[in-house]
């Protein structure tokens, strides 16, 4: 016997299909979606690494307050994962410390 489908609306529809380097691997997420949004549906949860403790940060508020999300992103640190939305080719790094500045594309 088939199960009835008790959900109260249709699931969310995503956008088209993208690809992000992930630090230097290939990601695939949707068009629409934050960077944060992407790396918890790969199942990573850390995106930066402290400067003095060197402890994992991840995702606390989501809405761009907490400065926790922090990523490199296209060479540019200090990108709020929770606020950036993906876009094809973009190239996000996991944060160690403070960030380094590298170029830009």
């Known amino acids: ?32 979606e934050s960077i944060a949004a992407a790396l918890l549906a790969a199942g990573r949860r850390s995106t930066r690494v402290t400067a003095r403790a060197g402890e994992p940060r991840g995702y606390f508020c989501g809405m761009g307050v907490c400065h926790d999300c922090l990523v490199t992103a296209d060479g540019l640190p200090n990108v709020r994962a929770c606020m950036t939305p993906v876009k094809e080719g973009l190239r996000v790094e996991i944060q160690r410390g403070l960030g380094e500045w590298g170029v830009q594309s």
């Open 1 to 32: 016997m088939t199960q009835p489908d008790l959900r109260m609306s249709p699931p969310a529809e995503r956008g088209r299909a993208l690809t992000i380097l992930l630090d230097g691997q290939p990601l695939g997420c949707h068009e629409g």
